[in-house]
């Protein structure tokens, strides 16, 4: 079997896919992938959830677990409120760096738009 899994490791309020990247050619089942899953929880508690993927030679992938860590540390992950606070000092941040910039005027049209235009009224 020539597949690779996918593993990706989670934090607290971490998206799966913003998660810590693992391969393995080792792990083609949900079996292996609970065995490992239960394996790296034991070692760091701080790993919120786990996801397996296999993916095939042509590019495809099947999802074989994801896994919940029920012994997670709800103290490890930043609080909702400073992802809250980071977001919003980024929003800020963009809009600052936005104050007194004004778009270009649009550009005038060609001299051959001109022309084009001034027959085509000419002519009705």
Do not use: W
């Not at 993927?53 to 919940?68: A, N």
């Not at 963009?94 to 778009?103: K, L, R």
């Amino acid at each position: 079997m020539s597949s690779v899994t996918e593993i990706y490791v989670c934090k607290l309020r971490q998206e799966l896919k913003k998660g810590k990247l693992f391969t393995s050619g080792d792990i083609h089942n949900r079996q292996d992938a609970e065995q490992d899953a239960r394996e790296r929880c034991s070692h760091d508690d701080t790993i919120a959830k786990i996801g397996y993927y296999v993916m095939q030679d042509d590019g495809s992938f099947k999802s074989i677990l994801l896994y919940e860590n029920p012994d997670v540390d709800p103290n490890s992950g930043p609080s909702e409120e400073m992802v809250t606070s980071e977001r919003d000092d980024l929003i800020a941040a963009a809009q600052q760096a936005h104050i007194g910039i004004s778009s270009s005027p649009k550009p005038r049209g060609s001299n051959f738009f001109k022309v084009v235009t001034f027959i085509i009224e000419e002519a009705s």
